[in-house]
């Protein structure tokens, strides 16, 4: 079954641009992460966020968490054609990870 | 510093055989999870092993099964194998059963059942 559901299914860009994925999930959280994935291949962890932080930064990214709303958002800023890729949220409970179906990122040069 | 890695990188079998992936966990984790993407979809949690035992187990079937060697080390098994189990089986290492702890994935296998 899956916990998260990310909004929207398949976002568009030019380089240089922002993308904003949001994320939401149904029940109570340890932590939520993200995760990228490049062509069907292994994922690649990207943030991790507690249930008690509200935001975190890596880089050009950005992870928002909202408890009371069950919703996260991930923010990538000055987008590159290598941000191309497709974006999981993922919840933690109790060591399983719970994923969304994903956004499918698509960075145009 | 060696991170994840899986066996084979891709594989085709037939209905009704029997399969065997493995994976070694990054240096210094002690937990392996699994899980299956299927094309186009997020991935689903399989099972989970720590200290060699099965710790958790998701919405599947029995033919799917596993297990942990000494050196964290960890193998899936999937017996009568139907079309519906073509898939990316992916494994995750992290310490600690996983709990509040980064799960780091490797490059997956890919199956085809045919």
């Known amino acids: 079954s899956q916990q998260g559901e990310e909004d929207p299914q398949a976002l568009s860009i030019q380089e240089g641009e922002n993308a904003t994925m949001n994320c939401s999930y149904k029940t109570s959280i340890n932590n939520l992460q993200w995760y990228r994935q490049n062509s069907g291949r292994g994922l690649v962890h990207l943030i991790l966020?507690?249930?008690?932080?509200r935001e975190k930064h890596s880089g050009r990214l950005r992870v928002t968490l909202d408890t009371s709303k069950k919703s996260s958002s991930l923010l990538i800023t000055a987008s590159r054609a290598a941000d191309t890729a497709s974006y999981f949220c993922a919840t933690d409970e109790g060591g399983k990870l719970i994923f969304g179906q994903g956004t499918e990122l698509s960075v145009k040069p | 510093d060696a991170g994840v890695t899986q066996s084979p990188t891709h594989l085709i079998k037939t209905r009704g055989q029997q399969v065997t992936l493995r994976c070694s966990p990054k240096?210094?984790?002690?937990?392996v999870s699994w899980y299956q993407q299927a094309l186009g979809q997020g991935p689903q949690f399989i099972f989970q092993?720590?200290?060699?035992?099965?710790?958790q187990r998701g919405n599947f079937p029995d033919r799917f099964s596993g297990h942990q060697f000494p050196n964290y080390s960890s193998e899936l098994n999937v017996n009568a194998l139907l079309l519906g189990d073509s898939a990316l089986y992916l494994c995750a290492s992290s310490r600690l059963a996983g709990f509040q702890e980064t799960q780091y994935f490797g490059p997956g296998t890919r199956l085809l059942v045919l």
């Open positions: 092993y720590y200290e060699e035992e099965e710790r």
């Open positions: 966020i507690r249930s008690n932080e």
């Open positions: 240096s210094g984790h002690d937990t």
